[in-house]
C-alpha cells in the first residue's frame, strides 16, 4: 500500500485495542501514513462492535471497525509470545510510531517500553493512550468512555438539572482521547524527523477532557465561582436546543449577533426594545426573551428556519438527525461521503477527512483480518512462505 | 478568536512554538470580554480568565488587517512565519485581501489553515456557526439524550475544542510534508465535518442498515450493568460499567452481595441487559448511602470500571490530577497568580510547561513591530496615530 502520499513514509505501527488508539492511528491512515494494526490472531476487539451489514455478527462488517479500520494494513500477532515480541522488535526498524494502550506498565513487561524501543530506533515516537495517565494514584484504575466521560469533568456539565449527569452521544471521550492523541503524535513526529528527539508520549483520558471545559474550569480557578452546574437543554434564551414544529433548533447567539437574530424571526422591532437592548438587559429579562425564543421556535419547520437564518446569518441550526447528514446540501456539494466497496459489508459509506490538506485524499476500505501477512512478514521482512507456516502453526500470527 | 483557533494555538504554544496572537482595537477577542467581573473593573479585558487560561504561552499584538498599512505589516510577519492560523467567517481573509494565493505569494513555504463552521464551499458557506451549533449540525446533538427524550446539548461548545485539536494535528502534517516537498499548503477545515469524524461509526452503520439510531441516555448498546447512579450528599453521581462477566461477579462482591451474580435475572450478559431496570434498582440502593469518592474506591478495589462524576472544582482539586502535576501556577502581570491545567499531551524528552502568561492587550506590540519588523518608534507612534495599532481595546464591540 505505500504509494506516493506525502505522508506514506510514515510508518505507524498499531497495537492498541481501543478506540482512542484506533482513532489516532485511522487519522494518520487517512492522510496516507502507512499504519499497520497488529491484531490478537481471535482479531481487533472493535471488530466485535455492532451494529454489523444485514444485522449478522460477522468480524469484518461491524461499522465500528469498518470506520476505525479504514485504510490501515492488517497483520495478525500474538504479542505475548516471545516469538510475537521478536517479530514486532524487527517491524519498529522501519517504523516511526508505535500506539498502544495498555494497562499501565504492560508495555515494559512485555520487554517493549520506551527504552526497549528507543534502542532499536533513535527517533521513535511511543504514543500510550490510557484513561488515567501512566502514573499517579489512579493509573491502574479500570474505565470505559462512560467512566472516563465522568472523570474529566464534561459529564457533570451535560444532562437536565433535575436528573442524572448524562453521558454524550457516542464513545467521545474515547474520540477526544483518541484526537489528542493524534495531535501530539504528530507534532512529536514531526520533531524526532527534525530534530531527532525521540518521545514517550502518555495521553491521559481525563486530561484531555479536562482540558477542555470551557470557562468553567478557568472561572472556578481564578474567580472561585462555579458556574458548572448542569443546566439542561437551554443556557439563556440565547444559547440552547428549542423544541421546533417536528425537531429542534439550536441557538448560539452572541450579542452581536442580535440584530441578526432579531431579523431571522421576523421580530425586526425587538432591536428597540429596551428590554433587550444590550447583552446585559438580555439576561435580566431572560424569561421574557425565552418565551419569546420558545413561542418563535415551536411554530417553526427547522429546515426552513435553518434557511431563514442562515441568510440572514445569524447563528441558528436545526438538530440534523443521521439521515439529514446524509442529505444535507452542504456536505454533499463537498463530497463530505466516500462510496467505497467492502468484499464482505459490500458498498458503505465512510465520512470524509476531519480537514482537508490539498495533497491528500484517499478512500480505503478497512483491511480483512490479516489480509497484510503475507505481504509484512515475507515480502517486506524477508520470511519465507514456509516460515510464515510456522508462526502460523505455532500460532504466532 | 474565541475557543478553536486559540485552542489549536494553545496547544501548539504549549509545545514551545512562538505564537503571536493578533487582534485589533475593534476586533478583539471575545473571551477577554468574558471576564465574571464587574464591568467598571479595570483593564477587565487582561483579566478574564477565560481568555489567560487560552492564551497563555502566546505573545499578543493589536494590528488592524482592514487598513492598508496593517494588511502590509501582517503580510510582512508571514513572510517570515511557518504557519497563518484563521477562524474567521468563511469570507473575511479574502475580503481582506489576505487568500491563500496572496499569502504563499509572499512566503512559498507558509502553512495556511483556515476553519470555518461549514468550510469555504457549498451553499451553506456563509452561514454563521458556533460551538453548540456544530454540534447539532454534525448528529453529535441528535444521539446526546435521555431514553425517549429530546436531543440534548452537551455541556461545553464542544465543536470548539474539537476543530481546535485537529488543527493542530493538521499543521504538524503539513509540517512534516514540507521537509519532504521544500513549500507550505492551505488547510480548511470546516468544523461540523470534523466533529462527523468523531461519530463515523453512526455514518457508516447508517450507510448499511438506514436505521435511525435512538438516544440511549448513559446506556450501552451491549453492556449492563452501564449507568450514572445517585450517592449520598446533595446532587452527586457515580457511573459504573460491567464488560464482562468477572467484572460482574465483582460487582456483586463489592456490593456484597455475591448472590446476585447467580440469581437468573443477572446471571449472563443477555439477562443483565434485558433485567437492567431492575439491576440499577440493585445498584442504586447500594449507592445511594455512600459518597460517590467511598463506592468508586470499593467498585475499583474490586475490579469494576467506576467513577465518580466529578465536578469543576472536584476537577481541580482531583488527587490524580495533582499528583500528575496536571495544574501548574501562571503568574500574570495584570491578573496576578493562579493555578491553571497545563499541556494534556506529556512528552517524555521535551516536557511542556506554561512559560508565560497570556499577552495583554498589546503587550508584544513593540516586540513585533521593532524586533520582528524593524519599524522605528516614529514609525511605531504613527501607526498609532492612525488606528492601525492602538494599546487598549474599544470596550462596545462586544457589548
Known amino acids: 500500500m505505500p504509494d506516493s502520499a506525502p505522508l506514506s513514509d510514515l510508518r505507524v505501527l498499531d497495537l492498541s485495542r481501543g478506540i482512542a488508539g484506533a482513532f489516532c492511528t485511522k487519522l494518520f491512515a487517512q492522510f496516507g501514513g502507512d499504519v499497520i494494526t497488529l491484531e490478537p490472531l481471535s482479531g481487533h476487539p472493535l471488530r466485535r462492535n455492532g451494529p454489523f451489514a444485514a444485522d449478522r455478527p460477522h468480524r469484518e462488517t461491524g461499522a465500528m471497525w469498518l470506520y476505525l479500520g479504514a485504510g490501515k494494513r492488517s497483520a495478525t500477532l500474538d504479542i505475548a509470545a516471545r516469538t510475537g515480541q521478536s517479530l514486532f522488535q524487527r517491524m519498529v526498524e522501519e517504523a516511526n510510531l508505535i500506539v498502544e494502550d495498555y494497562p499501565p506498565g504492560m508495555i515494559d513487561e512485555l520487554g517493549l517500553g520506551f527504552d526497549a524501543l528507543r534502542r532499536i530506533v533513535r527517533?521513535?515516537?511511543?504514543?500510550?493512550?490510557?484513561?488515567?495517565?501512566?502514573?499517579?494514584?489512579?493509573?491502574?484504575?479500570?474505565?470505559?468512555?462512560?467512566?472516563?466521560?465522568?472523570?474529566?469533568?464534561?459529564?457533570?456539565?451535560?444532562?437536565?438539572?433535575?436528573?442524572?449527569?448524562?453521558?454524550?452521544?457516542?464513545?467521545?471521550?474515547?474520540?477526544?482521547?483518541?484526537?489528542?492523541?493524534?495531535?501530539?503524535?504528530?507534532?512529536?513526529?514531526?520533531?524526532?524527523?527534525?530534530?531527532?528527539?525521540?518521545?514517550?508520549?502518555?495521553?491521559?483520558?481525563?486530561?484531555?477532557?479536562?482540558?477542555?471545559?470551557?470557562?468553567?474550569?478557568?472561572?472556578?480557578?481564578?474567580?472561585?465561582?462555579?458556574?458548572?452546574?448542569?443546566?439542561?437543554?437551554?443556557?439563556?434564551?440565547?444559547?440552547?436546543?428549542?423544541?421546533?414544529?417536528?425537531?429542534?433548533?439550536?441557538?448560539?447567539?452572541?450579542?452581536?449577533?442580535?440584530?441578526?437574530?432579531?431579523?431571522?424571526?421576523?421580530?425586526?422591532?425587538?432591536?428597540?426594545?429596551?428590554?433587550?437592548?444590550?447583552?446585559?438587559?438580555?439576561?435580566?429579562?431572560?424569561?421574557?426573551?425565552?418565551?419569546?425564543?420558545?413561542?418563535?421556535?415551536?411554530?417553526?419547520?427547522?429546515?426552513?428556519?435553518?434557511?431563514?437564518?442562515?441568510?440572514?446569518?445569524?447563528?441558528?441550526?436545526?438538530?440534523?438527525?443521521?439521515?439529514?447528514?446524509?442529505?444535507?446540501?452542504?456536505?454533499?456539494?463537498?463530497?463530505?461521503?466516500?462510496?467505497?466497496?467492502?468484499?464482505?459489508?459490500?458498498?458503505?459509506?465512510?465520512?470524509?477527512?476531519?480537514?482537508?490538506?490539498?495533497?491528500?485524499?484517499?478512500?480505503?476500505r478497512a483491511s480483512l483480518l490479516g489480509e497484510h501477512n503475507e505481504e509484512l512478514y515475507c515480502d517486506e521482512m524477508g520470511l519465507s512462505r514456509r516460515d510464515l507456516a510456522r508462526l502460523r502453526a505455532a500460532r504466532v500470527v | 478568536m474565541a475557543w478553536a483557533?486559540?485552542?489549536?494555538?494553545?496547544?501548539?504554544?504549549?509545545?514551545?512554538?512562538?505564537?503571536?496572537?493578533?487582534?485589533?482595537?475593534?476586533?478583539?477577542?471575545?473571551?477577554?470580554?468574558?471576564?465574571?467581573?464587574?464591568?467598571?473593573?479595570?483593564?477587565?479585558?487582561?483579566?478574564?480568565?477565560?481568555?489567560?487560561?487560552?492564551?497563555?504561552?502566546?505573545?499578543?499584538?493589536?494590528?488592524?488587517?482592514?487598513?492598508?498599512?496593517?494588511?502590509?505589516?501582517?503580510?510582512?510577519?508571514?513572510?517570515?512565519?511557518?504557519?497563518?492560523?484563521?477562524?474567521?467567517?468563511?469570507?473575511?481573509?479574502?475580503?481582506?485581501?489576505?487568500?491563500?494565493?496572496?499569502?504563499?505569494?509572499?512566503?512559498?513555504?507558509?502553512?495556511?489553515?483556515?476553519?470555518?463552521?461549514?468550510?469555504?464551499?457549498?451553499?451553506?458557506?456563509?452561514?454563521?456557526?458556533?460551538?453548540?451549533?456544530?454540534?447539532?449540525?454534525?448528529?453529535?446533538?441528535?444521539?446526546?439524550?435521555?431514553?425517549?427524550?429530546?436531543?440534548?446539548?452537551?455541556?461545553?461548545?464542544?465543536?470548539?475544542?474539537?476543530?481546535?485539536?485537529?488543527?493542530?494535528?493538521?499543521?504538524?502534517?503539513?509540517?512534516?510534508?514540507?521537509?519532504?516537498?521544500?513549500?507550505?499548503?492551505?488547510i480548511e477545515l470546516a468544523q461540523r465535518e470534523t466533529l462527523i469524524s468523531l461519530i463515523g461509526e453512526y455514518i457508516v452503520a447508517f450507510s448499511m442498515n438506514q436505521r435511525e439510531p435512538s438516544r440511549q441516555g448513559n446506556r450501552d448498546s451491549s453492556m449492563a450493568p452501564h449507568g450514572c447512579y445517585r450517592c449520598s450528599g446533595d446532587d452527586e453521581w457515580i457511573t459504573i460499567a460491567c464488560e464482562n462477566d468477572a467484572q460482574f461477579a465483582a460487582l456483586c462482591s463489592a456490593l456484597e452481595q455475591p448472590g446476585i451474580a447467580h440469581d437468573p435475572r443477572f446471571a449472563d450478559v443477555v439477562s443483565r441487559y434485558r433485567n437492567q431496570d431492575e439491576l440499577d434498582e440493585t445498584i442504586c440502593a447500594w449507592t445511594k448511602d455512600r459518597t460517590k469518592e467511598d463506592a468508586a474506591e470499593a467498585l475499583q478495589s474490586a475490579g469494576v470500571p467506576a467513577m465518580p462524576v466529578l465536578g469543576v472544582p472536584e476537577?481541580?482539586?482531583?488527587?490524580?490530577?495533582?499528583?500528575?502535576?496536571?495544574?501548574?501556577?501562571?503568574s500574570h502581570p495584570i491578573a496576578g497568580v493562579w493555578d491553571v491545567d497545563g499541556p494534556p499531551w506529556r512528552m517524555s524528552e521535551s516536557p511542556a510547561h506554561i512559560r508565560l502568561p497570556a499577552p495583554t492587550f498589546a503587550e508584544h506590540n513593540r516586540y513585533v513591530f521593532r524586533e520582528l519588523l524593524g519599524l522605528s518608534d516614529e514609525e511605531i507612534a504613527e501607526l498609532q496615530a492612525e488606528g492601525v495599532t492602538g494599546t487598549s481595546p474599544n470596550r462596545t464591540v462586544h457589548d
Open chain 1, 123 to 364: 527517533r521513535i515516537v511511543l504514543v500510550s493512550v490510557t484513561p488515567f495517565g501512566q502514573d499517579g494514584p489512579c493509573a491502574g484504575w479500570k474505565a470505559t468512555n462512560l467512566t472516563s466521560f465522568a472523570s474529566g469533568g464534561q459529564m457533570s456539565l451535560t444532562g437536565d438539572p433535575d436528573r442524572e449527569p448524562l453521558v454524550a452521544g457516542g464513545q467521545q471521550a474515547e474520540y477526544q482521547a483518541g484526537l489528542q492523541a493524534f495531535a501530539a503524535a504528530a507534532v512529536a513526529a514531526f520533531n524526532a524527523d527534525a530534530l531527532e528527539v525521540p518521545q514517550h508520549i502518555d495521553i491521559s483520558a481525563q486530561e484531555c477532557m479536562a482540558s477542555a471545559l470551557e470557562l468553567y474550569l478557568p472561572w472556578w480557578a481564578y474567580l472561585k465561582r462555579d458556574i458548572s452546574k448542569r443546566r439542561g437543554n437551554v443556557l439563556s434564551a440565547m444559547v440552547g436546543v428549542f423544541p421546533a414544529k417536528e425537531g429542534h433548533i439550536g441557538l448560539h447567539i452572541m450579542p452581536r449577533n442580535w440584530p441578526r437574530f432579531a431579523k431571522a424571526i421576523s421580530r425586526p422591532e425587538l432591536v428597540e426594545d429596551v428590554r433587550f437592548k444590550d447583552a446585559r438587559s438580555r439576561l435580566q429579562n431572560n424569561d421574557e426573551l425565552e418565551a419569546i425564543v420558545y413561542e418563535w421556535a415551536s411554530r417553526e419547520d427547522p429546515r426552513e428556519a435553518y434557511q431563514t437564518a442562515g441568510a440572514v446569518r445569524a447563528p441558528i441550526a436545526f438538530v440534523h438527525t443521521i439521515q439529514d447528514l446524509f442529505e444535507s446540501e452542504q456536505l454533499r456539494s463537498r463530497d463530505v461521503y466516500q462510496r467505497v466497496a467492502h468484499p464482505e459489508a459490500g458498498e458503505i459509506t465512510l465520512p470524509g477527512p476531519p480537514f482537508r490538506m490539498s495533497e491528500v485524499e484517499r478512500p480505503a
Open chain 2, 315 to 330: 476537577v481541580f482539586a482531583d488527587e490524580h490530577l495533582r499528583a500528575r502535576g496536571f495544574f501548574e501556577p501562571v
Open chain 2, 5 to 186: 483557533g486559540p485552542y489549536a494555538t494553545r496547544l501548539l504554544a504549549d509545545m514551545g512554538a512562538e505564537v503571536i496572537k493578533i487582534e485589533s482595537v475593534d476586533n478583539w477577542d471575545v473571551l477577554r470580554a468574558l471576564t465574571g467581573q464587574p464591568p467598571e473593573t479595570e483593564r477587565g479585558w487582561d483579566k478574564s480568565p477565560y481568555f489567560n487560561q487560552t492564551n497563555r504561552n502566546k505573545y499578543g499584538c493589536s494590528l488592524d488587517l482592514s487598513k492598508p498599512d496593517g494588511r502590509e505589516l501582517f503580510l510582512r510577519l508571514a513572510a517570515q512565519s511557518d504557519i497563518v492560523i484563521e477562524n474567521f467567517r468563511a469570507e473575511v481573509m479574502d475580503i481582506l485581501n489576505l487568500g491563500y494565493d496572496v499569502l504563499s505569494a509572499v512566503n512559498d513555504r507558509l502553512i495556511v489553515l483556515s476553519m470555518p463552521g461549514h468550510g469555504k464551499t457549498g451553499p451553506e458557506r456563509d452561514f454563521v456557526t458556533y460551538g453548540t451549533n456544530v454540534e447539532q449540525l454534525s448528529g453529535l446533538c441528535h444521539l446526546t439524550g435521555y431514553e425517549g427524550g429530546p436531543p440534548h446539548k452537551t455541556g461545553i461548545s464542544y465543536g470548539d475544542p474539537i476543530a481546535g485539536i485537529a488543527a493542530a494535528g493538521a499543521i504538524a502534517l503539513a509540517l512534516w510534508v514540507r521537509r519532504r516537498t521544500g513549500h507550505g499548503q492551505y
